[in-house]
């Protein structure tokens, strides 16, 4: 079973918002880990979005609107990235990353698609 | 400006050998760890290596041990990635990138290297 887990797909309407999750692995508890999140649009590099721990640990990138925003779901032992008031633009491969057992480790990414 | 930019990428026979560069630009490379992450065509990021600021504290990825080494030279502005005993699944963009903890930013465009005979 891969450390982190992604859904493969997620479609949303533009406006709307959409919670991308990052569901660590049976046995890796959430909550002390630094999730990072990723954004990679086509033929080009990934690009950070933003860091979250806690909601009084949490940073956002240089540039990054603040429509985005991380938040953890203990209970389900995920990270979550929300994404609000989406646009067009916001189609892109979504990956978060841990480090895990002295390397850093990306989910499978997800694919966000706004129609 | 801040910049990254790989270069060494290629086609090479499988069982054969590699050596990546990435030359760094618009900030001092001594200050931060670099790394190094691949992306397979169609598919996901893996994170492949990185390394401390004066190259005294190394981390790979299992499926890379033993075979690749990362390396830096600061006063050349320069990381380097040797590839050895290279496989087809070792075919993807290789990317690098300044590291922050877990911030990887920037990143650079990406070199292709290719395994297959």
């Known amino acids: 079973q891969a450390v982190l887990t992604q859904p493969a797909s997620l479609s949303a309407s533009p406006g709307a918002s959409a919670s991308l999750t990052c569901t660590l692995r049976s046995g890796i508890n959430v909550g002390p880990y630094i999730i990072y999140w990723y954004q990679q649009k086509p033929g080009s590099p990934p690009q950070y979005l933003l860091t979250?721990?806690?909601?009084?640990?949490?940073?956002?990138g240089s540039g990054v609107p603040s429509r985005f925003s991380g938040s953890k779901d203990t209970s389900a032992n995920a990270g979550i990235l929300l994404i609000s008031g989406l646009q067009s633009e916001d189609e892109a491969d979504y990956y978060c990353m841990i480090w895990y057992s002295s390397a850093w480790v990306f989910g499978g990414g997800t694919k966000l698609t706004v129609l | 400006e801040v910049q990254l930019v790989e270069s060494g990428g290629g086609l090479v026979q499988p069982g054969g050998s590699l050596r990546l560069s990435c030359a760094a630009s618009?900030?001092?490379?001594?200050?931060?760890?670099m790394s190094w992450v691949r992306q397979a065509p169609g598919k996901g990021l893996e994170w492949v290596a990185n390394?401390?600021?004066?190259?005294?504290?190394?981390y790979y990825v299992d499926s890379v041990k033993g075979r690749f080494t990362i390396s830096r030279d600061n006063d050349k502005n320069s990381l380097y990635l040797q590839m050895n005993s290279l496989r087809a699944e070792d075919t993807a963009v290789y990317y690098c990138?300044?590291?922050?903890?877990?911030?990887?930013?920037?990143w650079g465009q990406g070199t292709l290297v290719t395994v297959s005979s």
């Open positions: 990138a300044r590291q922050d903890v877990g911030l990887f930013d920037p």
């Open positions: 390394i401390r600021q004066d190259g005294g504290e190394k």
């Open positions: 618009g900030f001092t490379l001594s200050r931060y760890w």
């Open positions: 979250y721990k806690s909601d009084s640990d949490k940073q956002l």
